[in-house]
């Protein structure tokens, strides 16, 4: 006797429908297109989890998680259960399947979410609408990584940190160090620059190297010429390691300095500077508050977010414009950003209200930031440019180099 049987939701792409006899055994459908079909769309994913590398420590990372070999070992022998139930010819659902690979086995024996739940969690006197949320936000209030509804206490809980481990820019602590000059630091920060980008790091691990170096330039003095790259390197090599995921290899940093260093020189000088600081590196970097002002401010301009990030990597070379701490920093040059894409932006009471800086504030920063210009050489710091001319940036250095040359101020 035959009866017709559906079998759906194999996946999100096809479905396949069959005919059951119940006296012919499963595994006679072996040569059947349609499950080959299904063990070909498996096989592809099998293949897209084996695509991901694998770490030192033999693990892999997938939708944000570290998957051991372990699971990649439950996620094999899932696949091959996939098999055609004698009784009732019923295939599991592939994705179920996938996904119960990355479940630990304590989170299986939770209780899942039924409609009771969903109806009381629905009924809940929580409401983002009782929040009060700047109108900017609105429009994201659903994503959960903006987290909204904490924004406020996050961002003055972010203002009040901002001056933890940020060096005393305005007490000049290079006169600590008369081997050393601000040109040589430049040298240095625009190196660091070209390792960064050609290594595909990260702005905040950039922020922190710099960070890391003015700190040690503050806590130390007679620091050699000889030993300055030294510094450097080894900076960036623990920024790395703090902020990203697939940090560099040390052979690799060892390499962009011709051999200059030794293994051992490095690691001794990275317990050296870990010391001296008390292993305390976490510090507030200018690109929390870019994120932050770029949403409020309603900028839908890849190009402007793009062109303040530059700007912000620019002060970098200077001391002076170092002094004014990473809110006002950010703040100043997306304001300095919108105002290169068009002239006639004024500072507005929506500037003030969500920054809490005056006009006159965002004026002394950009004055200075002029002044720095005007003694700024393209041919003496090329990588910043290099780096902000691809088109994964929208070619930005090509308008500030324009910015550079105009012999008046852009502020009236």
């Known amino acids: 006797m035959n009866n017709n049987f559906s079998c759906e939701n194999i996946s999100s792409d096809f479905s396949f ?11 006679s459908f072996k040569d059947n297109d349609k499950l080959k079909n299904i063990n070909k769309y498996l096989d592809n994913k099998l293949n897209e989890y084996n695509s991901h590398k694998l770490s030192k420590n033999s693990t892999k990372r997938q939708f944000g998680r570290d998957i051991t070999i372990k699971a990649q070992n439950n996620y094999i022998n899932n696949n091959n259960n996939l098999l055609l139930n004698k009784n009732s010819l019923k295939i599991k659902n592939t994705n179920e399947i996938i996904m119960n690979s990355f479940l630990d086995e304590s989170s299986l024996t939770k209780k899942n979410y039924n409609s009771q739940n969903l109806a009381n969690i629905k009924n809940d006197n929580y409401s983002f609408q009782n929040l009060n949320i700047y109108s900017p936000e609105k429009k994201v209030q659903n994503n959960p990584q903006y987290v909204v509804e904490y924004s406020k206490e996050i961002m003055n809980n972010v ?3 901002e001056k933890i481990n940020y060096p005393l820019y305005e007490k000049n602590f290079l006169k600590f160090h008369p081997k050393l000059s601000e040109f040589k630091r430049a040298v240095l920060v625009d190196w660091l620059i070209h390792v960064q980008y050609n290594f595909e790091l990260l702005e905040n691990t950039l922020f922190l190297t710099i960070n890391l170096i003015d700190r040690m330039l503050e806590e130390t003095k007679n620091i050699k010429m000889e030993c300055f790259q030294l510094l450097g390197v080894t900076c960036m090599f623990i920024a790395s390691k703090y902020e990203e995921i697939y940090p560099p290899e040390l052979h690799d940093f060892l390499y962009l300095c011709g051999d200059k260093y030794k293994k051992k020189e490095i690691l001794s000088y990275e317990i050296h500077i870990l010391e001296k600081l008390n292993f305390d590196i976490l510090c507030v970097n200018p690109f929390v508050f870019l994120d932050r002002y770029y949403l409020l401010y309603e900028v839908e301009n890849n ?11 620019l002060c970098y070379f200077s001391i002076d414009l170092m002094k004014y701490g990473p809110d006002l920093l950010a703040h100043s040059m997306l304001f300095l950003a919108m105002k290169i894409k068009n002239n006639k932006l004024g500072y507005s009471n929506t500037f003030k209200l969500y920054s809490g800086f005056t006009d006159n504030d965002v004026k002394n920063v950009i004055k200075s930031f002029w002044y720095f210009c005007k003694e700024f050489r ?25 910015f550079f040359k105009k012999k008046k101020s852009i502020l009236k």
């Open 378 to 402: 393209e041919d003496r710091f090329p990588s910043i440019f290099k780096k902000y001319s691809k088109k994964k940036y929208f070619n930005v250095s090509e308008n500030i180099k324009v």
């Open 17 to 27: 429908s069959y005919i059951y006899d119940e006296n012919i055994d499963p595994n």
């Open 159 to 161: 203002k009040n940190n």
């Open 303 to 313: 190009e402007t977010y793009y062109m303040s990030q530059m700007l912000i990597e």
